[in-house]
């Protein structure tokens, strides 16, 4: 099967390019000595880039609040889930210290306890105490997702590393209008308390699923369970799985690892 260069793209210009130069070549010295064609095949070569790369889908997958505190002493950085817990182990650390600052530019005696009061006091206008400072700023917490090649609810390592990929959207806080939220190929799963229906409320939303998971009839195959009892379910009649599923099995180790975590907080507190 021979193939003929499309002269409309760039490659197949520069393919139509080598093949006058060589025939070229040919014409003068009837033949193609190795030097210049090493020299011709070198220049044409350069022409190319065979790097790979890849695009990278960026998912944000939640976010942090970056805490810098400073003094004669301590330069430390730590992580916090939101900006109230941040602003706790500061205002702490302001009470700590407060010996330093009290009675001193109208500062009271005693720290108060709102947490925002404490640090504003304690450190005072911005740049008024050149020894010690802090920052405190959100940043999103972010990754590259790895879009399997192929995806089917038939592939056991495709589901794997669709399911790896997963991406949890919490509220950033109480004032927050959306919902906490599971991504999973382009499936959004709502999982929250609901107040007006005082209910635990979970709501699947199908219409952004990648479309490699509908059926042939445009549907996407979903099975709804609850403890071991199924509630709802499109997959009719089929026969049980020769194996436990592998959800299940992570989900006693989950179990576990949580009654772990809560008898040794047990132990610490006798």
Known sequence: MLITPDPATPEGEAIIELAE???????????????????????????????????????VTGRAWVLRRWDRHDDEVTLWADEASALAALAQ????????VAGTDGVPYR????????????????????????TLYAEDIARYAHTPRSLSLADDEACAEANSAAVFHPMTGPDDEGLPCIELAGILVFAYLDA???????????????????????????????????????????????????????????????????????????
């Open 21 to 59: 130069e060589l025939d070229a070549l040919q014409a003068r010295t009837g033949e193609w000595p190795g030097a210049d064609t090493v020299d011709i095949l070198g220049d044409w070569l350069s022409r190319f880039t065979f790097a790979t790369s890849k695009v990278l889908t960026r998912q």
């Open 93 to 100: 650390h302001t009470r700590s210290s407060w010996d330093n």
């Open 111 to 134: 720290p108060p306890a709102d947490d925002q009061r404490a640090v504003d006091l304690y450190y005072g206008p911005k740049g008024h105490r050149g020894d010690e400072g802090y």
């Open 196 to 270: 007006d229906m005082r209910a635990v409320r979970v709501s699947v939303h199908l219409d952004t699923a990648d479309e490699r998971l509908a059926q042939a009839d445009g549907t996407i195959p979903l099975q709804v369970e609850i403890e071991d009892a199924t509630v709802f379910s499109t997959l009719g009649a089929r026969p049980a799985p020769a194996r436990a599923p592998a959800w299940k099995a992570r989900l006693r180790r989950l179990t576990d690892r949580t009654a772990l975590h809560s008898v040794r907080v047990q132990r610490k507190g006798d």
